[in-house]
């Protein structure tokens, strides 16, 4: 663990953002791409309908999936501090608990996404003609669920090694062997939905082996060891408390989708729900590096945290934020300029062309300055500091942008749901930069 310690406490605060964050934005593009692609195929291949069920069900497998990257978040905050403050046996007790708690919690909730499904999907939109495809593409992806788990649990608890490369690479090998199932079972294979959905289970398979390989080989630091298994109060209590914080995101999100699709449904049509589609998976590719920068964060904050090094935390967050920001910006200017031509690689549908270009511009609006909010939540995450980590997570997706979806369509229709993504982001980012104000002139000076 020396050189960890000698990485994360001593070197140039923007050299190592860059080691850890470039591996995270790529790894997350391409697992974002890996999404896209589903999207693209199925509505060039299958139509306008397969991607609104996959709108559909996808935040369904990512609420379940979300357990693992609770306990990956919450348990790679605590490995973090503990490897700074170099006790490497809370560290390895905790990546233990961290494997036993994925494994008993993912194989639950399949269990309860199976019995439950047809009632899971009517709540999260699946109405009218989009109700059989989305249950044929959820009759199988359910199934690569708890391999997509195990991946979001391990994915950060690499970062905390110091190991970037390794989780980057987690990342890559499921998109890449989606994009060749894909093209197999639906284009040539002709199995349509069930095609689709048994390509993306393969590949998340493909991503939690990945991943399992890393630690039981000699690349990894922490080891996979029996005792471990066995779960510590203490430990699991602190994981619960950090992890929920991702777990309670994913779960607003959720939320979020059920009332989105619902406002779209009710003030539009399945074409709507098929707008938002294209638009999230957008969302989802462009906020990669942004993403990507706040996962980069976390290891090099977290640590300098453990071993007291404040001014090395502060010019982490301020450097953060400031890439972040310059990052943002430049997404917004490249969407502002293509907006159409990126609706072109998704369909060809008429309706959807005329629709999604205005409604996408409006929802990416506020893109420059969201870094700052992301910054904010990680932060706490970090620190260990539960309540206000938790409270700044659920700021855009719970408190602000659910209400607003809801609210804003009963005046404004459709229109409603997409000027409500701006106004949340703006009022999130406003409230966050007090609170971390506060937390450094308090906590870090």
Same mark, same amino acid.
Not at 321 to 349: L, M, N, P, R
């Given at each position: 663990?020396?050189?960890l310690?000698?990485?994360?406490?001593?070197?140039?605060?923007?050299?190592?953002?860059?080691?850890?964050?470039?591996?995270?934005?790529?790894?997350?593009?391409?697992?974002?791409?890996?999404?896209?692609?589903?999207?693209?195929?199925?509505?060039?291949?299958i139509?306008?309908?397969?991607?609104?069920?996959?709108?559909?069900?996808?935040?369904?497998?990512?609420l379940?999936?979300?357990?693992?990257?609770?306990?990956?978040?919450?348990?790679?905050?605590?490995?973090?501090?503990?490897?700074?403050?170099?006790?490497?046996?809370? &560290?390895?007790?905790?990546?233990?608990?961290?494997?036993? @708690?994925? $494994?008993? !919690?993912? *194989? +639950?909730f399949?269990?309860?996404? /199976?019995?439950?499904?047809?009632?899971?999907?009517?709540?999260?939109?699946?109405?009218?003609?989009?109700?059989?495809?989305?249950?044929?593409?959820?009759s199988?992806?359910?199934?690569?669920?708890?391999?997509?788990?195990?991946?979001?649990?391990g994915?950060?608890?690499?970062?905390?090694?110091?190991?970037?490369?390794? &989780?980057?690479?987690?990342?890559?090998?499921?998109?890449? @062997?989606? $994009?060749? !199932?894909? *093209? +197999?079972?639906?284009?040539?294979? /002709?199995?349509?939905?069930?095609?689709?959905?048994?390509?993306?289970?393969?590949?998340?398979?493909?991503?939690?082996?990945?991943?399992?390989?890393?630690?039981?080989?000699?690349?990894?630091?922490?080891?996979?060891?029996?005792?471990n298994?066995?779960?510590?109060?203490?430990?699991?209590?602190?994981?619960?408390?950090?992890?929920?914080?991702?777990?309670?995101?994913?779960?607003?999100?959720? $939320?979020?989708?059920?009332? +989105?699709?619902?406002?779209?449904?009710?003030?539009?049509?399945?074409?709507?729900?098929?707008?938002?589609?294209?638009?999230?998976?957008?969302?989802m590719?462009?906020?990669?590096?942004?993403?990507?920068?706040?996962?980069?964060?976390?290891?090099?904050?977290?640590?300098?945290?453990?071993?007291?090094?404040?001014?090395r935390?502060?010019?982490?967050?301020?450097?953060?934020?400031?890439?972040?920001?310059?990052?943002?910006?430049?997404?917004?200017?490249?969407?502002a300029?293509f907006?159409?031509?990126?609706?072109?690689i998704?369909?060809?549908?008429?309706?959807?062309?005329?629709?999604?270009?205005?409604?996408?511009?409006?929802?990416?609006l506020?893109?420059p300055?969201?870094?700052?909010?992301?910054?904010?939540?990680?932060?706490?995450?970090?620190?260990?500091?539960?309540?206000?980590?938790?409270?700044?997570?659920?700021?855009?997706?719970?408190?602000?942008?659910?209400?607003?979806?809801?609210?804003?369509?009963?005046?404004?229709?459709?229109?409603g749901?997409?000027?409500?993504?701006?106004?949340?982001?703006?009022?999130?980012?406003?409230?966050t930069?007090?609170?971390?104000?506060?937390?450094?002139?308090?906590?870090?000076?």
């Amino acid at each position: 663990m020396n050189k960890l310690a000698n990485e994360l406490g001593t070197e140039k605060i923007s050299k190592l953002l860059l080691k850890q964050a470039v591996p995270a934005t790529i790894g997350i593009l391409v697992m974002s791409l890996n999404m896209i692609v589903d999207t693209i195929f199925v509505g060039q291949w299958i139509g306008v309908l397969a991607i609104a069920a996959i709108t559909v069900v996808l935040p369904i497998a990512f609420l379940i999936s979300s357990i693992g990257m609770g306990i990956g978040i919450g348990g790679s905050s605590i490995i973090s501090r503990a490897l700074g403050a170099n006790n490497t046996e809370k &560290a390895f007790l905790t990546f233990g608990n961290q494997i036993c @708690l994925t $494994v008993i !919690l993912a *194989i +639950l909730f399949v269990v309860l996404g /199976n019995v439950f499904s047809i009632p899971i999907l009517d709540l999260f939109g699946a109405k009218g003609e989009i109700l059989p495809i989305a249950s044929e593409y959820f009759s199988v992806i359910i199934y690569g669920v708890p391999f997509l788990a195990f991946a979001m649990m391990g994915n950060p608890t690499i970062r905390a090694e110091g190991k970037p490369k390794f &989780a980057m690479y987690a990342m890559m090998v499921p998109a890449v @062997l989606n $994009v060749v !199932l894909d *093209i +197999l079972f639906i284009k040539y294979f /002709n199995w349509g939905m069930w095609g689709a959905g048994l390509a993306t289970s393969l590949s998340y398979a493909s991503c939690g082996l990945y991943i399992l390989y890393f630690f039981i080989s000699s690349k990894s630091e922490l080891k996979i060891i029996p005792k471990n298994f066995k779960l510590n109060f203490d430990i699991v209590k602190e994981i619960a408390q950090l992890g929920s914080i991702s777990i309670v995101r994913q779960g607003a999100v959720s $939320v979020l989708m059920i009332v +989105l699709n619902y406002s779209l449904f009710t003030y539009g049509d399945e074409i709507s729900i098929a707008v938002f589609g294209i638009i999230n998976r957008v969302m989802m590719f462009a906020f990669s590096p942004i993403l990507g920068v706040s996962q980069g964060f976390l290891p090099v904050a977290g640590f300098n945290i453990g071993a007291e090094k404040n001014e090395r935390v502060k010019e982490t967050i301020k450097k953060s934020i400031y890439f972040g920001s310059i990052i943002g910006t430049i997404i917004f200017i490249a969407v502002a300029i293509f907006k159409e031509q990126i609706i072109w690689i998704f369909t060809d549908d008429a309706t959807l062309l005329d629709k999604t270009p205005s409604a996408m511009l409006i929802v990416f609006l506020v893109t420059p300055v969201v870094a700052m909010q992301l910054i904010g939540s990680a932060y706490f995450q970090a620190a260990g500091k539960a309540m206000p980590a938790l409270f700044l997570t659920l700021l855009k997706q719970g408190i602000s942008l659910i209400p607003l979806a809801y609210i804003l369509p009963k005046y404004y229709g459709v229109l409603g749901v997409w000027w409500s993504f701006p106004i949340a982001d703006l009022l999130s980012t406003i409230i966050t930069v007090i609170v971390l104000k506060r937390e450094i002139d308090k906590n870090l000076q």
